[in-house]
Structures are given as C-alpha cells and as structure tokens.
C-alpha cells in the first residue's frame, strides 16, 4: 500500500476554519505574537495557543522564542502554496459592509503571498517580465534567460547569490484572485524584498496588502512597463 494516511492529518488540521484564519494571516509572510493571531482569527487567545500548539507540532506552523514572547510564521513556503491552492478554488467571502469591500479590493491589487508579490500587480508584473525577455516561461515554471540576468544585476539582484539558497529559485505560483501564475520562489522573494527597499511598496499593518507609493507608481511604469 503506496497511500499515506498522514496527508488525511494534516489536511484535518488545516481545514479547521480557525486554523484556516490563522494560516492565511501568516501568509503575509511575518511572524505574529498569539494575541495577534487571535484578534485576526476572531477567536480568544487560548483557543490560539492550542490550534497553534498542534500545527507548530505537524511543522506546518514554526515557533520563534524571545524573551517570554513567541512569535509564529508558516513552516516553509511549501506550506504557503497549500493554502494559496485552497484560495484559489474556495468560494469568495460575502462582503457584507464598506470596510470588507475596501479591504477585498486592496487585497486584490496588491499583496504578499508568503514572502513575494501576488494580486493584480504581482501577476502584471511577471507577465510584463515574461514580455521583456526576461524571464522565460514554460508549463513547468520560469527560468531566468540571458537578458534576465543582466536586467537584474542592474536592479540590484544577484540571481547567482540567490541561486544558492536551499529553495526554488523561480516557481509558478497561482494567483487566487487573478487566476494567473505569478512569479514566487528564492527570486520572487528577492524581487518583493527590493521594490520595498526602493520604497515603490509598502506593507500595511495587520493585512496582507501592500500599497504603492507614488514613486513606485513611477518606478514600475518606466522598469517594467507597468500602468497601475
């Protein structure tokens, strides 16, 4: 019997709506303090600490320990695509007042998946890269081609530095919201990471959308051709 009945245990863990809450919020890729988990998840903060207690033991979620805080973050970007593949073929949340509305659609422009770029402007602008040479894309993912590598190295990323971490270095990931692949991986990582540090985006508090600055409105249309 090839079967593994341990895929029925953890999909059991992750389908539990509280658990499920607290997962999507880790999915902005940082590290949350219980409390925090808890006011997202809308659940009391000892009802946290025992969802998080069972998924720190799974390794679906890690634990990180300073002083008498601890903080929680999703175990690995394996897990993030997961959950991301639930988003995309789950039925979308009734918006029932102006703040949910506001809130769905910041999160459809702009926001992290994990530790890179996803909604409108992540697929836009792996597309646009698609377009410019850049990257060349195929049914099993995305590769950096030769034009690629001098467009980065010129951005400021060093494609050969990242090529050495111990993960994907470019992978297709799909856009719930948009239904298109977007850029993810050690590379899309590196890209979210430099557009923050040029102050293009900007990451919102207790939300996983991502707003962009007027400068970055500039930046992107002239590096990438990007009308947003």
């Given at each position: 019997?090839?079967a593994?009945?341990?895929?029925?245990?953890?999909?059991?863990?992750?389908?539990?709506?509280?658990?499920?809450?607290?997962?999507?919020?880790?999915?902005?890729?940082?590290?949350?303090?219980?409390?925090?988990l808890?006011y997202?998840a809308g659940?009391e903060?000892?009802t946290a600490?025992?969802?998080?207690?069972?998924?720190?033991?799974?390794?679906?979620?890690t634990?990180?320990?300073?002083g008498?805080?601890?903080?929680y973050g999703?175990?690995n970007?394996?897990?993030?695509?997961v959950m991301?593949?639930?988003?995309?073929?789950?039925?979308?949340?009734e918006?029932?007042?102006?703040?949910?509305?506001?809130?769905?659609?910041?999160?459809?422009?702009?926001?992290?998946?994990?530790d890179h770029l996803?909604?409108?402007?992540?697929?836009?602008?792996t597309?646009?890269?698609?377009?410019?040479g850049v990257?060349?894309?195929?049914?099993?993912?995305?590769s950096?081609?030769?034009?690629g590598?001098?467009?980065?190295?010129?951005?400021?990323?060093?494609?050969?530095?990242?090529k050495?971490?111990?993960?994907?270095?470019t992978?297709k990931?799909?856009d719930?919201?948009?239904?298109r692949?977007?850029?993810?991986?050690?590379?899309?990582n590196a890209?979210?990471?430099?557009?923050?540090?040029?102050?293009w985006?900007?990451r919102?508090?207790?939300?996983r959308?991502?707003?962009?600055?007027?400068?970055?409105?500039?930046?992107?249309k002239?590096?990438?051709?990007?009308?947003i």
């Amino acid at each position: 019997m090839n079967a593994n009945p341990n895929v029925a245990m953890i999909a059991t863990l992750v389908s539990e709506a509280s658990r499920a809450a607290i997962l999507t919020t880790l999915l902005d890729g940082r590290y949350h303090t219980t409390s925090e988990l808890a006011y997202m998840a809308g659940i009391e903060p000892q009802t946290a600490s025992f969802h998080l207690a069972k998924m720190v033991d799974v390794n679906i979620v890690t634990v990180e320990k300073q002083g008498r805080h601890r903080y929680y973050g999703i175990q690995n970007q394996e897990v993030a695509q997961v959950m991301e593949s639930f988003l995309s073929i789950a039925p979308p949340i009734e918006i029932k007042s102006l703040k949910q509305a506001s809130e769905a659609k910041a999160m459809r422009l702009a926001r992290t998946c994990y530790d890179h770029l996803a909604g409108n402007l992540g697929v836009q602008l792996t597309e646009s890269l698609v377009k410019m040479g850049v990257l060349y894309e195929d049914k099993n993912g995305f590769s950096v081609t030769e034009k690629g590598e001098a467009f980065f190295s010129n951005f400021q990323i060093d494609c050969k530095k990242i090529k050495k971490k111990r993960r994907s270095f470019t992978h297709k990931c799909l856009d719930w919201s948009e239904r298109r692949h977007h850029l993810s991986g050690a590379l899309g990582n590196a890209l979210l990471e430099r557009l923050l540090e040029l102050n293009w985006i900007q990451r919102l508090p207790n939300t996983r959308a991502i707003k962009i600055t007027p400068d970055g409105k500039k930046g992107l249309k002239e590096t990438f051709f990007l009308q947003i």
